[in-house]
């Protein structure tokens, strides 16, 4: 099963599974200041492991998924709609399921596909 996520409409990477040592672990754990730029460099190294840029013919069934999941959301014409970030998960050609969070205006909202209730978080 491969994992896509966006946090930009129309840009999607590939999510791939990272294997920690447990050295790294505990690193990533720590709070010394000692330890501040390892560890930064760490991520850095982890976030460019675990992204893929996408295939062009993948990112526009990407995007085209993702255009269609946005009607699904029934948003007025005076909403303000911001993305947050979309994970899909592939679990066949073409089939996906996952989760949209975005904001209509201050609200937090999450949309999960297939089949979904919006649920809404008010701060």
Known sequence: MKNFQSLVEGSWVQLLPVNLTDEQKTLI????EEDKEVKKSLMENIKSEKELAVEASKLN???AYYDNLKLA?????????????????????????????????KEHKQYRFPKSEITTFKF
């Open 29 to 32: 754990m720590s709070t010394k």
């Open 61 to 63: 069934e990407l995007v």
């Open 73 to 105: 959301l029934e948003l007025k014409p005076e909403d303000v709609y911001s993305l947050i970030s979309v994970n899909i998960a592939e679990v066949g050609a073409g089939e996906y399921r996952g989760i949209v969070n975005y904001r209509v205006g």
